[in-house]
């Protein structure tokens, strides 16, 4: 595949891996953008239902095969559909009316260390050890750090404490994370050789018609939408650039790299977003989610020490 032969050299992966970076860093912003013209269920379920459709076209153009089959696939698109696309993002664009995508990035940045604790838990193969403890308390830290209950920072000082609404915003995202970690988690044990193109197709139209029905349940009606040219715009930049095209670097960088060394890629994400959200809208990042973002990194590097170490041996022949 040409995506194959472009993550052929270190310069690919590296531009790559940036590229994806950006794409999915500034999609925090687009998606804080478009809030302002979209009920957020519906926001969600409309970029994904072209997405869905779109990556499933691919799929059947490049794949063998694109219909899952037997037990185990089908269990693994609801899992993907139900976990990583209608409740994290369901979450996730909830929670953005009440927090800016730079701050959602920081909180979603703790999606790896949330997936290493949840592994550790539903897994048979995995256990978590003192350090991993340590990493898993260090991003919890991170996010309360983030929310900043006593009122000084998210709260803006209202004293309205846990009960503001930059609060409301971090558990939602916070919950976000949680439920894209569950679904990486439970998709483990499930994955066959189904092209994962096929299955990310599948899972994002099953998510998109779970984001409709969320949606309706909620009161959120599609005469609600306003169509100008910036929900234009941050809808085909969602769809198209940061879902479709986003995608498909992922899945081909997931085989370049692997799993760990793809996860610094949600690392980048919040400074993308920071940057974004201050150019495009002026928002700049509080102290709070600085120091929170450290702390969440500072728990992934612990939970992923070995991996780390190992790379950077391989990578640049240390160790003798």
């Known amino acids: 595949m040409y995506s194959e032969k472009l993550l052929s050299s270190p310069t690919g992966v590296a531009a790559g891996f940036l590229l994806l970076a950006t794409l999915w860093g500034t999609s925090f912003v687009a998606i804080e953008a478009g809030l302002a013209y979209f009920p957020p269920l519906l926001f969600a379920g409309v970029r994904y239902v072209i997405a869905g459709i779109v990556v499933l076209a691919y799929a059947t153009v490049v794949s063998e ?14 899992v993907a559909g139900v976990f990583v696309i209608a409740a994290y993002h369901g979450l996730l664009y909830v929670g953005e009316l009440y927090v800016s995508g730079a701050i959602a990035a920081v909180v979603v940045s703790l999606s790896p260390v949330l997936t290493a604790a949840f592994a550790a838990l539903l897994l048979p193969n995995e256990r978590l050890g003192p350090f991993e403890i340590a990493g898993f308390a260090l991003g919890l830290v991170g996010v309360v750090v983030i929310a900043d209950p006593t009122g000084a920072g998210l709260a803006g000082g209202d004293g309205s404490g846990i009960l503001s609404p930059g609060v409301i915003g971090v558990v939602l995202t916070f919950l976000a994370a949680v439920a894209f970690s569950i679904g990486a988690v439970l998709l483990r044990p499930l994955r066959t050789d189904l092209p994962i193109a096929a299955l990310q197709g599948w899972a994002m139209v099953l998510g998109a018609v779970l984001l409709f029905g969320g949606a309706g349940v909620l009161g959120e009606s599609p005469g609600a939408i306003v169509w100008n040219a910036t929900s234009v715009l941050s ?23 692997g799993p760990t060394q793809l996860h610094l890629v949600g690392y980048v994400e919040p400074m993308v977003a ?36 190992a790379y950077v041996t391989t990578r640049y022949g240390l160790g003798g």
């Open 65 to 78: 095969r694109w219909i899952p089959r037997g037990r185990d696939e089908w269990a693994g698109v609801a």
């Open 274 to 309: 920071a940057a974004g959200s201050w150019v495009l809208l002026g928002h700049l990042i509080e102290a709070e989610a600085l120091v929170g973002f450290v702390a969440i990194l500072a728990g992934f590097v612990a939970l992923e020490r070995r991996e780390i170490a």
């Open 235 to 257: 809808l085909a930049y969602l769809t198209v650039l940061s879902g479709v095209v986003a995608f498909l670097i992922y899945f081909a960088l997931l085989d370049a790299v």
